[in-house]
């Protein structure tokens, strides 16, 4: 099974800063990677999915990129919606369907 | 709009068995696998299994085979999660979730149902 490494667990930003999470994974997963967001009390939310290619409707401050087994995903511009967290999902190698631990975005 | 309804949660003692549903609207169902995924209390997400399009193949976690079962009804566009012997570490709220065309990612998630396993 394929392991998802991701950092860090918890990050904290100020309003517009730019943030970054990676995840890592266990071996080349040839860019199958998705970003969710899950706010508290809610169920994830698609993001971003194949690395790089943003959902409808995800803002333009989002955005990912990666090959192999090294993905990272940024938010620019922080905004006070973003405070969520986020998992990375590796569907490479199927089945299982892997998550990253995630990561907690707060505010500074 | 796609929408997923789960239902059938609540508090169970060990040992014992719970089988949760979720009503789907929106999309074809019948064309799409179809999946649960969990969240232990302050935990991350753990898928526990997936069903294919006609239901004649299903999948699972290690940790959980023998002793859930996924299923369907395309008929009723129903997805099914039947659990049994529940133990403290099935507490967890339970999403199902539509896997996208190609059987790849989940593009489309239920609000959750919460199962708690306790005496």
């Known amino acids: 099974d394929i392991q998802m490494t991701q950092s860090p667990p918890s990050l904290s930003a100020s309003l517009g800063d730019k943030v970054t999470i990676t995840c890592q994974a266990s071996q080349n997963i040839n860019k199958y990677i998705a970003w969710y967001q899950q706010k508290p009390g809610k169920a994830p939310r698609l993001l971003i999915r194949?690395?790089?290619t943003l959902e409808s409707g995800t803002p333009s401050r989002f955005s990912g990129s990666g090959s192999g087994r090294d993905y990272s995903f940024s938010i620019s511009n922080v905004e006070s919606e973003d405070i969520a967290s986020y998992y990375c999902l590796q569907y490479d190698n199927l089945p299982p369907w892997t998550f990253g631990g995630g990561t907690k975005l707060e505010l500074k | 709009e796609v929408q997923l309804v789960e239902s059938g949660g609540g508090l169970v003692q060990p040992g014992r068995s719970l089988k949760l549903s979720c009503a789907a609207s929106?999309?074809?169902?019948?064309?799409?696998?179809m999946a649960w995924v969990r969240q232990a209390p302050t935990k991350g997400l753990e898928w526990v299994a997936s069903i294919s399009t006609g239901g004649g193949n299903t999948y699972y976690r290690d940790s959980v085979k023998g002793r859930f079962t996924i299923s369907r009804d395309n008929a009723k566009n129903t997805l099914y999660l039947q659990i049994d012997s529940l133990r403290s570490e099935d507490t967890a709220t339970y999403y199902c979730?539509?896997?996208?065309?190609?059987?790849?990612?989940?593009?489309?998630w239920g609000q959750g149902v919460m199962v708690t396993v306790s005496s």
């Open positions: 979730a539509k896997v996208s065309r190609d059987g790849r990612w989940f593009d489309y």
């Open positions: 929106g999309f074809t169902y019948s064309n799409y696998v």
């Open positions: 194949y690395t790089s």
